[in-house]
């Protein structure tokens, strides 16, 4: 049967099996294509099974269910517009070409040591942050900040990749950020630890590093089994983001499926200088670029389904 023969409903319903990039590429192929790439069939499948309970406990969130005028304008409003969730506290977004789920934890969602004494950290509003606050480190010798998430509320069967959202103040005058390493650490539960070690400075590279700052992690304990991925030191050091903030790469896990498990984050500084300067506004947990291999098998599932080969189409 040719594809302009097929029922709209048909195809939108074996749309909704492959990716949201998928359907951008495919409503190019004809006119049925694209008409059926609006439909709620196609755009309700790529949203979070869980998306209302998310957006429920968020004034915004709330809002947005109420307003969307359909499933694929829903779908886009939170691929540009992080929502704050959780009393503010952390920021929902959809990755665009997956729809996975993107999280943010705010400053003030992570625990960090001396982080309720003014005297070594203030409490600012700052106009580049999705959160109505961001921690400034005024003066520490002692490092040290610590982050929990549950993995359900990350897509599942997922690789992710955290990153620590920071910048550097322009008022105050950073000491103690250049020249040491600094030892970063994740763990799902029961699993062994991966350490590694990153840079505050831009312009080093880990063949510059002394490694004699290593430090062993006793919080996290060791076991045979691990989805975090280790991998060797490499120097990670501060990139753009491209939103007025900087980021460090901390590490990859992979979440699985029907499996809440606790993830814990660490960013540890034990050197012996005074730091000052530094600006957080937190630990932001996407898919992992590149790491997504369901497409292809997502594609030949609705052929299956149509009973077709499709012609490659133009790219997303």
């Not at 492959?18 to 709620?40: C, E, N």
């Not at 763990?187 to 831009?202: F, H, I, M, P, Y």
């Not at 990670?236 to 809440?260: A, C, M, N, S, V």
Request: glycine fraction near 6%; charged fraction near 25%.
């Amino acid at each position: 049967m040719p594809l302009n023969d097929l029922p709209e409903g048909c195809i939108a319903n074996a749309l909704s099996f492959t990716t949201p990039q998928d359907v951008g590429r495919l409503s190019v192929v004809s006119p049925i294509f694209m008409s059926a790439a609006v439909s709620d069939v196609v755009w309700e499948r790529f949203l979070p099974r869980d998306l209302e309970s998310i957006l429920s406990t968020s004034p915004d969130g709330s809002r947005l269910l109420a307003s969307a005028a359909s499933k694929k304008e829903l779908y886009f409003s939170l691929c540009e517009n992080p929502v704050l969730v959780d009393n503010g506290r952390k920021s929902f977004s959809l990755e665009k070409k997956s729809g996975k789920k993107c999280c943010r934890l705010s400053a003030r969602d992570l625990l960090i040591t001396w982080g309720d004494a003014p005297r070594y950290w203030s409490w600012n509003s700052d106009p580049a942050s999705r959160f109505p606050e961001v921690a400034e480190l005024i003066s520490v010798c002692w490092l040290e900040i610590r982050a929990k998430i549950n993995t359900s509320m990350l897509s599942p069967t997922t690789l992710h990749t955290a990153y620590l959202v920071l910048k550097f103040s322009r008022e105050t005058y950073c000491d103690g950020l250049d020249d040491q390493p600094v030892e970063v650490a994740m763990k799902l539960d029961g699993e062994e630890s991966c350490t590694r070690t990153v840079s505050w400075n831009a312009e080093r590279r880990w063949g510059q590093v002394s490694r004699n700052a290593r430090w062993s992690f006793a919080f996290f304990s060791s076991s045979s089994r691990r989805s975090v991925l280790t991998r060797e030191s490499d120097g990670h050091y501060p990139q753009e983001r491209g939103d007025g903030w900087l980021e460090i790469e901390l590490g990859e896990f992979l979440t699985k499926e029907g499996k809440d498990e606790e993830l814990e984050m660490r960013v540890f500084d034990s050197s012996s200088h005074w730091k000052r300067g530094l600006i957080v506004e937190g630990i932001e947990i996407r898919p992992k670029q590149g790491a997504r291999g369901a497409g292809r098998s997502r594609m030949h599932r609705m052929e299956f389904i149509l009973g077709v080969g499709m012609q490659k189409p133009t790219s997303f």
